[in-house]
């Protein structure tokens, strides 16, 4: 209980009591008069006893009374308020974080996410008897803990079962999945016009968030039917010193391919210097340790961080992100590099890097050309085993040529300028044509276009200026919503290099082709400048990298928490067995196929799958995100344009209490009252 005139309450109270009590030890004034008798001497005697001042107070129900009274008013002057849990009525949506950075163990030992499931179900408690209440929990996708109920106990019980993961936090499809299941959605009619928007019958749901404030997409929600102004954000979490690898790359040299050496990036979060040493492993060997030492992280302000850009990361200070090398390794066999640091901080998840290499091999490529001068002499600068085909010997050969159990023989297969279906799974990378598989579509070409957005940060283009590319023409195609535009032109469906997977194969597709058939005579014309330049090369390098997964000079991608992996499977097999970090066996079938996909990677780790195809029966997942790693509570949420401010812990409601001490103060003075009139009339 609080005061909130604690002041009133003192001076009342020093006024008002001690005056009472004074009174009760003064001597009333008397006049001596003689009497002629004795007989009232005693009573006389008892009175004088009970008015001499400074004598020890009797028993009083009346000075108890008016005490009692007096404290009461004082207290009521005061304006005390009690604290308590809130009360919720009607309906509730409540909204649990479960990624990454609620792992973070606080000073009680509860790790962010226990201690937002403890708030959730006090919540729960809180509830009036006729409310029910739905619980989400979400990530980077968003999952129906529990459908709308009024079982408490049930509520509990549900919200228990929300499990950790290392996944990002995004809040746009948990809005979605709330929206959905709190409202009344759109009834098609059967004809034009007929459509029906019914208003739904209950009132408007209130959402409770409990999050760090750590959300990714925080700013881009624009929820349709819930009203921010009914939502509030219970934020969890006060730790923030954490220093993460945001990075890790493992590259065998490209001229000694059993020369290993790694890479690493870390950064350091916290306000505070740190030191640490990063510790390389191979295969859970100790191989090599490097000395850190980081100058603090500023966090950004609520107002600078409001200020930027809504997917930009916020600038690291100088001196608070690291590049490591570590000293260069001879290792000839495959197995898990891993980078550790050797530091206790707020986040674990950031503090271990992994990737998987193979034994170093030359990639085999085969480049399938009517005739292209340029791309072979690229190729045989590649340090690769290439093999050349027409379109028609490509076509025509036998099975056993070109695949290896239902599979391309070939790391990687280059089409220049010629369209074709026959595509087992593999790695292909077309030049001026497109694969036949659904949802590719060529259209007509597109001459003089202008080359206006790409993704410099793609493994693809990271060495390639593709602002100075020229090219004469390239094909319009139609790509399927899942294909990633790494270079697009200005115009409608001007996707001039994209990226695509399907089935277990990668698809690398460039719209324009090298050369053109321009004259009558059929000589070959440059339709670009491009593979004149020395960033060709490069850009070469890197897409056949990166299509037969590094197998050659680094390590194989890695996956972030969430993300699937189509992995290839020895034919004939029933079901695999995929070993998770947390040592949990997962079982998928796989029903006599050539590959699975596996999609239960919201930890960090290695995954170990058997039986796999040679070299694919390890994955890495990584958390490399800075937005996790940076673990420090959000005071204010921003959804959509609207910030809403959070509250720590526990939400209290201030009940007033001075209209229940004004009613017993009255039935303590009618008791007064009482008291002292019966003693009158005796």
Excluded at 471 to 481: D, F, N
Excluded at 600 to 620: K, S
């Amino acid at each position: 209980m609080q005061f909130l005139t604690p002041a009133t309450l003192a001076i009342a109270a020093a006024l008002t009591i001690p005056p009472l009590i004074a009174l009760y030890f003064l001597k009333l004034k008397r006049q001596v008069h003689p009497i002629s008798s004795t007989l009232l001497w005693r009573k006389a005697i008892e009175d004088l006893h009970v008015n001499a001042p400074f004598q020890r107070l009797r028993g009083s129900l009346l000075l108890f009374l008016q005490l009692l009274i007096l404290i009461l008013a004082a207290l009521a002057l005061g304006q005390p308020m009690l604290a308590r849990e809130q009360r919720h009525e009607d309906t509730l949506i409540l909204m649990i974080d479960q990624s990454a950075s609620m792992a973070v163990v606080e000073e009680n030992a509860q790790t962010r996410l226990d201690v937002a499931k403890h708030e959730a179900k006090r919540v729960i408690d809180a509830m009036d008897q006729r409310s029910r209440a739905m619980v989400i929990a979400f990530c980077d996708r968003a999952t129906m803990v529990s459908s709308f109920d009024t079982d408490r106990e049930a509520l509990k019980r549900k919200i228990d079962t929300i499990e950790q993961t290392d996944s990002t936090s995004t809040l746009s499809e948990a809005v979605t999945l709330a929206e959905a299941y709190s409202q009344n959605l759109i009834l098609g009619g059967p004809g034009e016009g007929t459509d029906v928007a019914p208003q739904s019958a209950a009132p408007p749901a209130s959402v409770i968030l409990f999050t760090d404030g750590c959300i990714a997409d925080a700013r881009t929600v624009s929820p349709q039917r819930l009203d921010l102004s009914n939502m509030e954000v219970v934020r969890v979490g006060r730790s923030s010193a954490n220093v993460g690898i945001v990075a890790m790359d493992a590259r065998r040299n490209y001229e000694k391919p059993e020369v290993l050496q790694v890479f690493a990036t870390v950064r350091n979060f916290a306000e505070t210097p740190m030191a640490f040493d990063a510790i390389l492993f191979i295969n859970d060997e100790h191989v090599d340790v490097q000395s850190v030492e980081l100058s603090p992280g500023v966090v950004p302000t609520e107002d600078e961080d409001a200020s930027t850009e809504d997917d930009a990361e916020p600038p690291a200070p100088p001196g608070s992100v690291a590049s490591i090398a570590f000293d260069e390794v001879e290792y000839e066999e495959g197995g898990v590099v891993e980078v550790r640091l050797s530091i206790k901080d707020a986040l674990s998840a950031d503090n271990r890097a992994w990737t998987v290499i193979r034994p170093p091999r030359r990639v085999d490529a085969l480049l399938v050309t009517p005739g292209n001068h340029l791309l072979e002499k690229v190729l045989s600068h590649l340090n690769l085993r290439a093999r050349k085909m027409t379109p028609g010997e490509y076509e025509n050969d036998r099975d056993e040529e070109l695949l290896d159990r239902n599979r391309s023989k070939f790391d990687v297969v280059i089409f220049d300028r010629h369209t074709t279906g026959r595509l087992p799974t593999g790695n292909y990378f077309f030049w001026g044509s497109t694969p036949t598989i659904d949802g590719v579509e060529e259209l007509d070409w597109i001459e003089g276009d202008l080359i206006i957005d790409w993704q410099e940060n793609h493994a693809v283009l990271r060495h390639t200026n593709v602002g100075s590319i020229n090219a004469y023409s390239w094909k319009r195609m139609k790509l399927p919503t899942d294909a990633v535009q790494l270079i697009e032109g200005e115009s409608a469906d001007s996707n001039v290099l994209s990226y695509l997977t399907r089935d277990g194969s990668q698809y690398l597709i460039c719209a324009f082709p090298l050369v053109v058939i321009d004259d009558e005579d059929g000589s070959a014309m440059l339709n670009t400048d491009w593979s004149l330049r020395v960033d060709f090369v490069t850009f070469m390098y890197d897409a056949m990298q990166y299509l037969s997964s590094s197998i050659h000079t680094g390590g194989l991608t890695s996956l972030r928490p969430g993300q699937p992996r189509t992995v290839s499977i020895p034919s004939r097999t029933d079901s695999v067995t995929v070993k998770r970090p947390d040592g949990v066996r997962d079982t998928v079938p796989a029903a006599g196929g050539e590959s699975i996909t596996y999609a239960r990677t919201r930890r960090v780790g290695t995954y170990e799958i058997d039986p796999a195809a040679q070299g694919e029966g390890t994955l890495a997942v990584n958390l490399f995100n800075s937005g996790e790693s940076n673990v420090t509570p959000r005071d204010t949420v921003v959804i959509g344009s609207s910030p809403i401010s959070s509250t720590a812990g526990e939400r209290l409601v201030n009940e007033p209490l001075w209209s229940w001490l004004v009613l017993g103060l009255l039935g303590v003075l009618i008791f007064e009252w009482i008291v002292y009139n019966k003693r009158v009339f005796v």
